[in-house]
């Protein structure tokens, strides 16, 4: 109603003043019968409001449309009524919608692109990392060690990459199975062996309920422990020797954590440190830094239905937990 009356606001007060301005010519022409000229007033009105009315009734629906936000994109679909304006604004939500749909389409194909070339580069860059490590192992010391460790480097640069760039369809690749946390542990370990003691940090593993097993994706579980373990590692190197991954049940639930003693996290920048690109005080030291491993951590996480806590403090460590829900708990009581 709002919106109808402020679009006929002008054109009603025109009216009323014409409605009045009428009678006042007519008596001043010398025409004194002044029940005529209120008949003729009522009857002007009665025509106005009759209009008015039917206007109203016959675009109520256009109007509200008008009013109302569209919830979602299949709602500029519908149809309002057949008067011509409605038409108009039917056809024209219409062509938006087509346009913006194929607009849409084009921004997804190219980046569907994108990905599955960064999928293949990374691949790619692989098989000559792979070869210069076998070429390392040729070499003598302290030679050999500094090559492994730049190739260790960018292997975990072009996995990162790979895991960001699968981001957008990660529901399509989840394989949700059991998986025995314990056993993930060791691989992840075997995995970052040469990490460990190139940085002279180690895990130990404490394990307060043996067996334990959850329901996840075993591939992307393995990055996310991954993940935090070399952020464990990294800001442990020259304050301390170990880091504490640990399995236990809390309240029905299974959780992983991974704890280290080194410089923490400000508290300033606990709160921001699961943001994209974000580095905080500590990563403007870092200089390897990007602001992506707790990025994905989070994401990931989220996907795979797990909940991540984090705890810190300055100079005393950081603690993250991965924590899996009662129904993803499939380690038997």
Do not use: C
Not at 77 to 92: G, K, W, Y
């Amino acid at each position: 109603m709002r919106l109808f009356l402020r679009e006929h606001f002008l054109l009603i007060v025109i009216l009323v003043i014409q409605v009045f301005i009428i009678p006042i010519l007519f008596w001043l022409d010398g025409y004194r019968g002044l029940s005529v000229s209120i008949y003729a007033v009522f009857l002007s009105f009665v025509f106005l409001t009759a209009v008015f009315i039917y206007r109203y009734i016959s675009r109520k629906k256009f109007y509200q449309r008008l009013q109302n936000s569209i919830d979602s994109l299949d709602e500029s679909l519908e149809t309002t009524e057949q008067a011509p304006i409605s038409e108009a604004l039917d056809q024209l939500l219409r062509a938006q919608y087509r346009l913006y749909q194929e607009a849409l389409q084009k921004a997804e194909d190219r980046q569907d692109e994108h990905l599955l070339f960064m999928d293949r580069w990374v691949h790619q860059m692989k098989t000559p990392l792979s070869v210069i490590e076998l070429t390392a192992q040729t070499l003598d010391e302290p030679e050999s060690s500094s090559i492994r460790e730049e190739t260790e480097r960018m292997r975990n640069g072009l996995n990162t990459v790979l895991y960001m760039a699968r981001l957008r369809t990660i529901a399509e690749d989840f394989h949700i199975k059991p998986v025995l946390l314990s056993k993930l542990i060791h691989e992840v370990n075997q995995e970052n062996k040469r990490f460990y003691i190139r940085n002279e940090v180690y895990p130990q593993l404490k394990e307060d309920k043996l067996g334990i097993t959850v329901a996840t994706d075993e591939k992307w579980l393995f990055f996310l422990l991954t993940q935090l373990v070399h952020n464990a590692v990294k800001y442990s190197t020259g304050k301390t020797n170990r880091i504490v991954l640990s399995l236990y049940e809390r309240s029905g639930e299974a959780v992983l954590e991974v704890k280290d003693f080194g410089i923490g996290i400000p508290v300033v920048d606990q709160k921001r440190v699961f943001h994209k690109f974000y580095t905080g005080e500590n990563g403007r030291r870092n200089r390897e830094s990007t602001g992506m491993g707790l990025y994905l951590v989070k994401e990931v996480a989220e996907k795979l239905e797990h909940s991540i806590e984090l705890e810190s403090k300055v100079d005393e460590g950081t603690t993250v937990r991965i924590i899996f829900s009662k129904t993803q708990n499939l380690t038997q009581m």
